[in-house]
């Protein structure tokens, strides 16, 4: 079971955007994340008139390392691991500090 899932927010632990906060746009592949304003860098285009697209520097956003990331936790603030549990015969992910269900509204 994934631990990072798209559409969570976690929270930066190195690097140079560390103790940012994001939402995962996608999981790249097994160990790489986008994140939402993260890891953004200045790309330099050349023009392609076959494609119709103006050269420039634009923003792009790579991703980042699993491992550098960690999910939010709302109820503390901070950043939190991530456990299973098998609740009701189905598997959740649940907060290592809490107990609490990853994604429940309560």
């Known amino acids: ?17 560390k103790k940012r ?17 993260i890891n953004v860098v200045k790309k330099h285009v050349k023009p392609n008139p076959m494609a119709g697209s103006q050269g420039g520097i634009v923003d792009k956003t790579l991703p ?11 109820e503390t603030g901070a950043a939190d691991r991530v456990g299973v549990k098998e609740v009701d015969g189905r598997k959740v992910r649940v ?10 509204k309560a």
Do not use: C, W, Y
Not at 2 to 16: C, F, P, Q
């Open 1 to 17: 079971m994934e631990k990072i899932r798209k559409g969570d927010e976690v929270i930066v632990l190195t690097g140079r955007d």
């Open 21 to 37: 906060r994001g939402t995962v746009l996608q999981r790249v592949d097994a160990d790489h994340v986008l994140v939402e304003g």
């Open 64 to 74: 980042i390392h699993i491992s550098n990331v960690a999910i939010f936790n709302p």
């Open 95 to 104: 907060f290592r500090s809490s107990g609490a269900v990853v994604g429940a």
